[in-house]
T-cell receptor, first 111, second 113 residues
């Protein structure tokens, strides 16, 4: 089955720094989503981005479907950005139902 | 509009006991999902449903059963709980458009002793 790999597994930033999180997937996918799980466990959808680039405030994401990767950019990080960032994708041909999650990047932003 | 809600939030079971987790959504979504999240890991799909009266197996379905009798509700059952089922369980829902995103419930923390 499809493999979804995220890097780095852990990241520590000083408040105000920028970072890039990467998601590689081993097969073609119907779409690609990024989620943030805050320290209280709540999962929030950040982006639906099967291809191209999207921006939402300090966050932006780019997916290059032909090369099977997606990037999440965090600029001017804040302590509230801490948590785990997951990418998730359903493989093409599965009807878009069986979304496969990566193991996540755990981010800690220091004040 | 409450989104996706889960009941209960916490539960402790003894090995062999049974229980049902309830997920409810008020967004009229067709698709609903049950995931489990173990420490240090991403979410793994247990079962999903593409509409009222339908269910299908995900990645890790063994030991669980589900039912979708009403469109807004998706129930996850453990017939005979095992310590390996200690986990945080998340329910999610989404619409049928290919551009729809998933919305998650707050999670249920289950411990099986």
């Amino acid at each position: 089955g499809i493999q979804v790999e995220q890097s780095p597994p852990d990241l520590i930033l000083q408040e105000g720094a920028n970072s890039t999180l990467r998601c590689n997937f081993s097969d073609s996918v119907n779409n690609l989503q990024w989620f943030h799980q805050n320290p209280w466990g709540q999962l929030i959808n950040l982006f639906y981005i099967p291809s191209g680039t999207k921006q939402n405030g300090r966050l932006s994401a780019t997916t290059v479907a032909t090369e099977r990767y997606s990037l999440l950019y965090i600029s001017s990080s804040q302590t509230t950005d801490s948590g785990v960032y997951f990418c998730a994708a359903p493989p093409t041909g599965t009807g878009g139902f069986k979304t496969i999650f990566g193991a996540g990047t755990r981010l800690f932003v220091k004040a | 509009n409450a989104g996706v809600t889960q009941t209960p939030k916490f539960r402790v079971l003894k090995t062999g006991q049974s229980m049902t987790l309830l997920c409810a959504q008020d967004m009229n979504h067709e698709y609903m999902y049950w995931y489990r999240q173990d420490p240090g890991m991403g979410l793994r799909l247990i079962h999903y449903s593409v509409g009222e009266g339908t269910t299908a197996k995900g990645e890790v379905p063994d030991g669980y059963n589900v039912s979708r009798l009403k469109k807004q509700n998706f129930l996850l059952g453990l017939e005979s709980a095992a310590p390996s089922q200690t986990s945080v369980y998340f329910c999610a829902s989404r619409g049928t458009s290919g551009t729809d995103t998933q919305y998650f419930g707050p999670g249920t923390r289950l411990t099986v002793l």
